[in-house]
């Protein structure tokens, strides 16, 4: 899919790559009644959930766990307005994304003003290879990987392992390495992390003091896990699926980068609602001042997005198969196609070029 095809016809004015600027322009308009409600069915459900987790301690754990996974889910969506809040999307004033966005923060354990500045480098390198490492899934090209050490392939095979990539490494994420500033981040984004270190652990002593130490730690940790497993597959397969685009600086083109370098994640409505139409991803990174609940109303009515092919949820776990980039075919590849690859190269190089 090209989205600035030239015309056929000579005659023809040359295609705007960025037509589409106009278009999205009403859906950026915040609606406060809406914001209201999102976080009125939001978060009220989320602080209901929590506390029939701990009112159902008194009668069994196997009624608690299934409580606190649902919580979980619920949090995933309070993670998006942290998310829309961090882009100035959410609510039209300024303090009140600001204000919410701390308040979303401390329940998703994420320092606002930090990770609005690393996941807005996110947003202007998404699918460019000359500017990986920053917001992003550690992603090598083939030819990396076959030039490095023993060690570092361990190492990105472990990373890219489906059970440290989306249970382990989101429980590490949230609860410890987000306690900890960037190098690089300035004074502002180093004290957001401190200020909402401070803030979580107010919030988990009232909440220990309210409901006690192992109630809390239990019901805590379960959502956390559940929202962050699920939070980091969607953004795994928002940014790492076959027909991803990725290209070098030179040939690296924002709208591009957005329509086919970012998923359409189709998934049925009740997943839609828990993840807060985050799988409109295309269009969140084409305009990321688009609001969550604009999102499906713009991808409906913009003509540049009716050419990218949704991915539904039983395709989408072909992505747990594909690690690599390769520059030669332009696609994500698994390590064995790879390997296979290498095997026929070594043929070819051997003298039997139809083995």
């Given at each position: 899919m090209t989205t600035t095809a030239p015309s056929t016809d000579p005659k023809a004015p040359p295609v705007d790559p960025t037509a589409w600027?106009?278009?999205?322009?009403?859906?950026?308009?915040?609606?406060?009644?809406?914001?209201?409600?999102q976080v009125t069915n939001t978060l009220g459900l989320y602080m209901v959930l929590?506390?029939?987790a701990y009112r159902s301690l008194a009668i069994s754990y196997w009624l608690t766990v299934p409580i606190a996974i649902l919580a979980g889910g619920v949090l995933v969506r309070v993670f998006i307005i942290f998310h829309d809040c961090g882009h100035g999307s959410f609510f039209k004033s300024r303090l009140a994304n600001d204000i919410f966005g701390f308040i979303?923060?401390?329940l998703t354990f994420t320092p606002y003003y930090h990770w609005r500045w690393e996941h807005a480098i996110h947003h202007a390198s998404a699918g460019n290879l000359d500017k990986r490492g920053t917001g992003d899934i550690w992603t090598l090209t083939v030819q990396e990987y076959i030039e490095s050490s023993r060690w570092r392939r361990?190492?990105?095979r472990l990373a890219r392992n489906p059970v440290v990539l989306f249970l382990i490494a989101p429980l590490f994420l949230f609860v410890v390495h987000q306690r900890f500033?960037?190098?690089?981040?300035?004074?502002?984004e180093r004290h957001s992390v401190h200020l909402m270190n401070l803030a979580i652990v107010a919030l988990a002593a009232a909440l220990c003091l309210a409901f006690g130490f192992k109630a809390y730690l239990l019901i805590q940790l379960i959502a956390i896990a559940v929202a962050g497993s699920a939070g980091v597959w969607m953004f795994?397969?928002?940014h790492q699926f076959e027909d991803v685009q990725w290209e070098r600086a030179e040939e690296w083109d924002f709208t591009a980068a957005a329509l086919e370098g970012s998923?359409?994640?189709k998934l049925p409505r009740v997943l839609q609602w828990f993840t807060g139409n985050i799988g409109f991803h295309h269009i969140h990174h084409l305009s990321s001042r688009i609001p969550n609940y604009n999102l499906e109303r713009c991808?409906?009515?913009?003509?540049?997005?009716?050419?990218v092919k949704p991915i539904t949820f039983l395709p989408s776990l072909k992505s747990l198969f594909l690690h690599l980039w390769d520059e030669e075919s332009k696609r994500l590849v698994g390590f064995r196609e790879m390997r296979e690859r290498r095997k026929a190269q070594r043929r070819q190089s051997a003298g039997h070029p139809h083995a």
């Open positions: 600027k106009g278009s999205v322009l009403k859906y950026q308009e915040p609606s406060l009644w809406r914001a209201i409600w929590w506390y029939l979303t923060g401390i361990f190492a990105y500033p960037t190098r690089g981040a300035n004074a502002r795994y397969v928002q998923s359409f994640y991808h409906r009515e913009l003509k540049e997005a009716q050419d």
